[in-house]
């Protein structure tokens, strides 16, 4: 926690030799510290990952991060809209008719990849 206080922009790396002492360190600084992002590597369904470890698996974080973009990008495109007097709806309209656009592009690439044009 010092050597964290004296440098906050890095990183550091946890090892242990069992995973229930990386949990041990692990939860001990997030209990101290909860505002660190902190990301444990392994798998969700490894039962020797204590469960309050778990919710910090890359792959959760991975989906909460998504999610929080996510959000973020609709916050952004309703304030873009309304800057601009633009109904929020016409613009969806407009990104899936790009994404539709794109993915008959992408079917007209296979198809003649394929041979069938």
Known sequence: MQYLAAHPGHRILLSAQTQVALDNV?????AREPSLDIVRIG???EPKISPASRALVLDRKAIAW???????AQAF???WATDR???RVSIEIG???ERLI????QEKA???ALGKV
């Open 26 to 30: 692990i939860e001990r600084v997030a």
């Open 43 to 45: 798998r969700i369904d």
């Open 66 to 72: 998504s999610a929080e973009v996510g959000r973020r």
């Open 77 to 79: 495109v309703t304030k």
């Open 85 to 87: 007097g633009i109904d």
């Open 95 to 97: 990104m899936f008719a």
């Open 102 to 105: 794109l993915l008959i592009q």
């Open 110 to 112: 296979i198809r003649q």
